[in-house]
């Protein structure tokens, strides 16, 4: 069965370090799509960043970067430099057979 | 500017009535979603529609229609038959069901029950 799992319910992270969020992934179809969104409390979700499953390279957008370890199933994101605007739930959602598959979410907590 | 618009953005409900939460997207989409979104857990696919005039069920469409006779319009009802409607709902759009560039969501519903 097709399935996200982010194993990290909430981190701490002191502003202006690095951060890595993890997710793993579980699927038998060989292309599919992984995707990172963060949800503000304000409640909308961002797109941040988009690994497709044939691309050789890791997707980087700014200060994100996906680390795409496809032997190992997982596309965990990388934060450079944490800002207190980056608080919020990160979720981890696979694209597969025209639907996306979400992860329980991260929440993370950027202190000053 | 182009977007998802979801109205309103809390709504309350009695017990057995039907509700109906608004969808709209001037992106000129053909894809749209309807999530749900509860406590700690990820988002769970209510319906979507690839085009006009059709609609698929999701992971958890009981209880729940819909409609699309605008591609700009996505409208859910939340019916009396679904027994735990209080959630977060989200409406999402994108360019085609096959899509790398993301999904575009709305700011969300809270729906409660009361």
């Known amino acids: 069965a097709q399935k996200i799992t982010q194993t990290q319910p909430g981190m701490f992270v002191q502003e202006k370090e690095a951060v890595t969020l993890d997710c793993t992934y579980d699927?038998?179809?060989?292309?599919?799509?992984l995707f990172w969104y963060k949800q503000p409390s304000s409640g909308e979700m961002i797109f941040l960043i988009y690994?497709?499953?044939?691309d050789e390279q890791n997707a980087t957008e700014g200060r994100y970067s996906l680390n795409f370890q496809k032997a190992r199933k997982s596309a965990n994101l990388v934060i450079s430099a944490s800002q207190l605007g980056d608080s919020a739930m990160y979720f981890c959602?696979?694209?597969?057979?025209?639907?996306?598959?979400w992860g329980a979410g991260t929440k993370l907590i950027i202190k000053p | 500017d182009g977007g998802i618009t979801q109205s309103p953005k809390y709504l309350f409900r009695k017990e057995g009535q039907n509700v109906t939460l608004s969808c709209e997207q001037n992106l000129n989409h053909d894809a749209m979603y309807w999530y749900r979104q509860d406590p700690g857990q990820g988002l769970r696919l209510i319906y979507y529609s690839q085009i006009v005039n059709d609609f698929q069920k999701g992971d958890i469409a009981e209880g729940y229609s819909v409609s699309r006779e605008k591609k700009e319009s996505f409208p859910l009802t939340v019916t009396s038959a679904q027994k735990n409607p209080t959630a977060f709902y989200l409406c999402?759009?994108?360019?085609?069901?096959?899509?790398?560039?993301?999904?575009?969501f709305g700011s969300g519903t809270r729906l409660t029950v009361v």
């Open positions: 959602a696979m694209w597969s057979n025209y639907q996306l598959i």
């Open positions: 690994q497709g499953s044939y």
């Open positions: 999402a759009s994108s360019i085609g069901l096959i899509t790398n560039y993301g999904y575009t």
């Open positions: 699927t038998s179809d060989q292309s599919y799509g």
